[in-house]
């Protein structure tokens, strides 16, 4: 059995906080998918997963995230945050979602959703201007 989505949701957001690649990818499943859409191609695996994560925190070493809700069920958590940081571009902040499947006690899927509108008026690398 594993852990709970309370642990899971408070272990997770901690090991973030902490940009501590290694311990966010160990609570994915290994088949697990993160997508951040409409910024970068799904990452699936383990491995694949590791490389996005680490990319991000070189694109932004003092990536943040402030949650201002967050939203548990039995099998999937919801957090809502603004996420902050400065890129080589400059300082940046935007809204942002992550929406989590969970199984067996890991991230089977994290799907996050950026204010893209906000992300792309302040210049950050990533993203394909139209």
């Not at 680490?54 to 809502?80: C, K, N, W």
């Not at 799907?111 to 893209?116: A, F, I, K, Q, R």
Request: charged content about 20%; proline content about 5%; some cysteine.
């Amino acid at each position: 059995m594993g852990r709970s989505t309370q642990e899971l949701a408070g272990t997770y957001a901690k090991a973030w906080a902490r940009h501590d690649v290694e311990a966010i990818v160990a609570l994915h499943a290994p088949d697990s998918v993160f997508h951040v859409h409409g910024l970068a191609e799904p990452s699936t695996g383990l491995e694949a997963i590791g490389r996005a994560i680490t990319e991000m925190f070189a694109q932004a070493p003092d990536l943040s995230f402030e949650t201002t809700r967050g939203h548990l069920g039995a099998d999937h958590i919801v957090f809502e945050y603004l996420m902050s940081g400065t890129s080589v571009a400059g300082p940046f902040s935007c809204d942002g979602v992550d929406v989590i499947s969970i199984k067996d006690g890991l991230v089977q899927r994290k799907d996050t959703y950026l204010d893209l509108v906000a992300y792309r008026r302040q210049g950050l690398p990533g993203h394909n201007p139209e």
